[in-house]
């Protein structure tokens, strides 16, 4: 299985492709629609589905354009369902001169095991930057995709809607730092890191 990193949208929001031989999953696909069309064309993937690890803005630009080019559903957790379709949940009335509101999604993420093509996975929910955020445990293959919840050396903001910084951090106590030290975080915003060096240098979540 490999994964791809995506600098995509506004904020270059980390987008991602898991993929393994000629299937992928998306994940969080920000904006720049056609640069992700490019890759999997060029690659000759075929994607499986988008997932959202929540609904803020710089995480779901580039969702419609995707979805219909490839024919493929959309997942997020129930709690920020409505937030796609809104601007004012999903911030970009606020931090964009463009409002976005894209289609609802085709399925509602469950905590548990998922299985989309040949990609098994945890859905485990991680609220605290905002209630529907999710982060994806990849565990035979080792990594997690956190979204906006932990960080190389930070976590997500929570300042906006939803956001409580007490819920975060048990968030991430909780069902992040349970995981064995060498499982590799890829964020939603910077470079990667592991489990291990988080719970020993993250200033905002040090493992006690």
Known sequence: ????????????????????????????????????????TEEGINPQAILLTHGHFDHIGGV??????????????????????????????????????????????????????????????????????VSFIFHEQSFIISGDVLFNRGIGRTDLPGGDMETLKQSIRNHLYTLSDSFIVYPGHGPETTIGAEKTFNPFVKQS
């Not at 299985?1 to 998306?26: F, H, S």
Request: negative net charge; aromatic residues 12%.
């Open 64 to 133: 419609d354009k995707l979805r219909k080019y490839f024919g493929i559903r959309v997942y997020i957790h129930e709690y920020e369902a409505h937030w796609l379709s809104d601007p004012q949940l999903n911030g970009s009335k606020f931090f964009l001169s463009e409002e976005i509101a894209i289609n609802a999604a085709d399925f509602l993420l469950e905590p548990g095991f998922e299985k989309i093509g040949p990609f098994h996975f945890e859905v485990v929910h991680t609220p605290g930057h905002s209630p529907g955020s």
């Open 1 to 40: 299985m490999q994964i791809k990193r995506m600098p995509l949208g506004p904020l270059e929001t980390n987008g991602y492709i898991v993929y393994n031989d000629d299937q992928a999953i998306i994940i969080d696909p920000g904006g720049d629609a056609e640069k992700v069309i490019a890759f999997l």
